[in-house]
């Protein structure tokens, strides 16, 4: 957010006690942006004074305390902690001040209130405390900088008796500089300061000093890395200052120093001992925590995104040629870290898929106490804690938009001691999850979820649960695995039958694991009382990542792709299916089985297909697929028609009508149905389309340029880069001239 420029003024005169860089800054911000009609400096030192004046940061100054806030309408104090109690009592004994609105910047909240209680002798109504978390290397006036705030956090802490006026004036202020303005008790503020900035310091301070006063001291200067100075820089801040915080905030702070000491000495502990595991328990979780926690304040994904919109600009004339690879399968990934975490034993995997779902799986069971390490160039190594391991995480599990993970992980919550509730980002949160929660409740679980069934999922631990037979609605393979799942902590047996075929990475991967695992016909069975035991796992190429190049191959002109390595698991390959009955000339090579799963080298040439009826029971082993085989039945000569495909509606997006959009721009005929859809196949022009975020949308129209007239411009096309990360590259490689700008 970008200081504003001049309006009409929120307030009169404004006066800023104590020029220092904070109240400098605040008021010459205020100034330039005119946000009172007249700013008043005060300060001690007359010659501080002068330069603000010649600076034009106020408009007159005073080192009288009483004359420069005479009949002022906001004062702020910008003065040491210890040092705002003497001022606030000269303010309540003048009665030119008393209507004033009082507002101050200090980090310690709970002595400044305290202070002011004893001055006024009550709290004033118009006592707005605040402190703006913001600063520089440089200090003084001459640091004076109206765009200090921009973009930082303010936090206030008004006290229950605050006017609501003086709380909305005092947040224009900081707003209108640029600031980001919250709210938080003073009791929070100041224990989530002292963990956050105090504590800090004082390790900085205690360090330098501690190692300043040892005999080998000036090697251990000269030697000195940039992670020391880094981390050692702060203990530079000025003493007086810090002196008066921590003798402010002591109790706060001594309860966050007490606790990073019990934290110290457990890794004391470990290192006498030489327990490597709970070493790399802290290394592996601390090495993602900056990232993992402002991931969840910010309600995004795992990998981030970019903040302006993406556009992939697809020109036509590209071609299809050569061999590839595409990223590991998604759907392995996940159970994968789900599965090793639950062994006996420590698991390999080697192909692993670095997207943005999985490693939401990788944090949850980080949460919970895995030591996981990796993802490092697709390979982690998971060090299980058995079915009955798992720790209660600090807080929610924040899940980005991966619906895998949250339906999946419901099942193994269900079975845990401890309540757990699982969150998730805008778009994940506007999805169904009855279809796992509700079942779930049949086997005695007690879940909690917003209107709807939808998320936030909240899963009360300590209830047992009793083994059950389900058969499913509609065909799902997170459901199936989410009871199978719970089914491990369930008495008895747990089966499910499902309608028609899904995706059976769960069963097979159980077995691989060596739980022990019953099929027959539609119906999958397993009983608890088992364990799983670790093992080794190569993720196979991601079948619904090759579909893009696979379809890319059919409809481009003079085609002859070779998707290396890519999973054939029976239950994912209803888009060979599907395009093999358009009549895409297919073949299949190299088949083998590793980890359980088979795999094979798929060969793809230009064909000539026609649009077919999709068999229904081909719909569920082909889901994620059907975005980009709507761009081949568009390329198709006939008619294609698809019915009981209504899950594609709850996807990222509403992917029936996203599609029918973007087509019908593209000059297709299409027809939508509650659960499907018509394409008339027939020659396509250009324009601009929408993804809404989905990057499913995103690449299939990326694929449709290789049979458009003229170019495709994909809006919404940021997501790609978290699911397909080689997206492009991979285009790139084969001939597809599909690129990539950033929108206004």
Not at 348 to 377: K, N, S, W, Y
């Amino acid at each position: 957010m970008m200081p504003e420029a001049k309006t009409a003024p929120l307030t009169g005169k404004l006066t800023v006690v104590g020029l220092g860089l904070i109240g400098a800054s605040f008021a010459r911000a205020a100034r330039e942006l005119g946000l009172c009609r007249e700013v008043v400096g005060v300060d001690s030192d007359p010659s501080t004074c002068q330069a603000a004046l010649d600076m034009g940061v106020i408009d007159s100054g005073h080192t009288s305390l009483l004359e420069g806030c005479r009949d002022a309408e906001v004062i702020l104090l910008a003065v040491p902690v210890l040092a705002a109690g003497p001022i606030l009592q000269q303010l309540a004994d003048d009665a030119h001040t008393r209507n004033a609105i009082i507002t101050d910047v200090g980090s310690v909240k709970g002595a400044f209130v305290r202070a002011a209680e004893q001055a006024f002798g009550r709290l004033p109504a118009g006592l707005v405390p605040g402190h703006p978390i913001a600063g520089s290397e440089r200090s003084g006036v001459t640091a004076a900088d109206a765009g200090l705030f921009r973009q930082h956090k303010v936090i206030l802490t008004p006290h229950a008796g605050t006017e609501p006026h003086a709380l909305a004036l005092v947040s224009q202020l900081w707003q209108r500089m640029g600031a980001d303005v919250e709210q938080m008790s003073i009791e929070q503020h100041d224990l989530v300061l002292a963990a956050t900035s105090h504590l800090p310091h004082l390790l900085a301070f205690g360090l330098v000093d501690s190692l300043a006063q040892r005999d080998e001291n000036l090697d251990i200067f000269r030697y000195a890395a940039g992670g020391f100075r880094d981390f050692t820089r702060i203990a530079a801040s000025d003493p007086q200052m810090w002196h008066d915080i921590f003798l402010s905030n002591r109790d706060a702070v001594l309860q966050q120093l007490d606790t990073l000491n019990a934290n110290l000495q457990a890794l004391r502990q470990a290192v006498a001992d030489s327990d490597g595991h709970y070493l790399m328990g802290v290394f592996t979780r601390a090495r993602v925590a900056r990232e993992h926690f402002s991931t969840i304040l910010a309600q995004r994904a795992y990998m981030q995104t970019m903040d302006k919109e993406l556009i992939f600009v697809a020109q036509p004339g590209g071609s299809a040629n050569g061999s590839i690879r595409v990223p590991g399968d998604k759907s392995i990934s996940h159970r994968t870290i789900m599965l090793g975490s639950l062994a006996v034993g420590t698991t390999e995997v080697d192909g692993f898929l670095e997207g943005e779902d999985a490693l939401a799986t990788i944090q949850a069971f980080r949460d919970m106490g895995v030591v996981i390490e990796g993802p490092v160039e697709g390979r982690v190594v998971i060090h299980g804690v058995g079915l009955h391991g798992l720790q209660p995480p600090p807080g929610p599990i924040y899940v980005g938009n991966s619906g895998t993970t949250m339906r999946l992980l419901s099942g193994i919550l269900a079975g845990q001691a401890f309540d757990t509730t699982l969150t998730g980002d805008a778009s994940l949160s506007k999805r169904p999850m009855n279809r796992v929660a509700n079942p779930l409740r049949e086997m005695g679980a007690v879940i909690e979820t917003a209107a709807e069934g939808r998320p936030p999922l909240t899963i009360r631990g300590g209830h047992k649960l009793t083994g059950m037979h389900y058969d499913m609605p509609m065909a799902s393979a997170q459901v199936k695995s989410c009871l199978l799942l719970a089914g491990l902590y369930a008495s008895g047996s747990t089966s499910v039958t499902e309608p028609a075929p899904t995706r059976d990475h769960s069963e097979r991967m159980l077995q691989g694991f060596g739980y022990p695992v019953e099929v027959h016909d539609s119906t999958v069975r397993i009983e608890s009382g088992h364990e799983l035991s670790a093992t080794y796992i190569e993720v196979p190429a991601d079948i619904s990542s090759a579909a893009f190049f696979m379809v890319a191959a059919c409809i481009a002109e003079n085609a002859d792709v070779m998707l290396e390595h890519v999973g054939i698991n029976p239950t994912r390959t209803g888009v060979i299916d599907i395009l093999k009955l358009m009549g895409a000339d297919i073949s299949i090579e190299r088949v083998r089985v590793v980890g359980g799963e088979r795999v094979a080298d798929i060969r793809m040439r230009s064909s000539k297909l026609k649009g077919i009826e999709i068999p229904q029971e081909l719909v569920p082993l082909a889901i994620d697929e059907f975005p980009v085989l709507f761009i081949a039945a568009a390329c198709a000569e006939g008619r294609t028609i698809l019915r009981g495909a209504e899950e594609l509606r709850v996807k990222e997006c509403d992917r029936i009508e996203v599609m029918a959009d973007g087509l019908r721009t593209l000059g297709v005929q299409v027809e939508t149905l509650p659960d499907g859809i018509i394409i008339d196949g027939g020659p396509m022009g250009g324009g601009e389309v929408w993804a809404h975020g989905d990057h499913r949308i995103a690449m299939s129209f990326s694929v449709a340029s290789l049979r458009a007239a003229q170019p495709i411009r994909i809006h919404g096309s940021q997501h790609v880069a978290t699911s397909f990360p080689n997206f492009l590259q991979l285009c790139a490689r084969l001939g597809m001239r599909v690129s990539a700008e950033v929108g206004a």
